[in-house]
């Protein structure tokens, strides 16, 4: 059964970082595209980063760019978001999600709904 467990969220001050897993069983990473997308309270769900390929494609919602760095290991099965110089505004609820394909502008921009697979969210607080 194909499952995405998140890890990592919680509360840090502005400026701050944090690091989220997101532990994937159930299918290999090769042929998925594995997405971390986010809510704040009050906001719609968007895209923040992606990847494919064993790490060879990733991409980023310019809010994050240049601050938040995607990975993944292979042979783990898992994938990390580094965020780095946390904002107030990246507050929210951090989902890993999958689909069979490859990363992409759209897989961020795209309705989240093409995004088949969500893990159940990790919590971020940006806050002083």
């Known amino acids: 059964q194909l499952q995405l467990v998140e890890s990592g969220g919680g509360l840090v001050q502005p400026g701050g970082s944090l690091r989220l897993s997101c532990a994937v069983s159930g299918f290999p990473l090769d042929n998925y595209v594995i997405g971390w997308f986010r809510q704040a309270p009050g906001k719609e769900r968007e895209g923040v980063s992606c990847?494919?390929?064993?790490?060879?494609?990733?991409n980023y919602a310019d809010s994050v760019k240049g601050r938040f760095t995607i990975s993944s290991d292979n042979a783990k099965n898992t994938v990390y978001l580094q965020m780095n110089s946390l904002k107030a505004e990246d507050t929210a609820v951090y989902y890993c999600?999958?689909?069979?394909?490859?990363?992409?502008?759209?897989?961020?921009?795209?309705?989240?709904?093409?995004?088949?697979?969500w893990g159940k969210g990790t919590l971020v607080t940006v806050s002083p």
């Open positions: 999600t999958a689909t069979q394909g490859y990363c992409s502008d759209y897989t961020l921009t795209g309705p989240y709904y093409t995004m088949d697979y």
């Open positions: 990847i494919s390929n064993s790490g060879g494609l990733t």
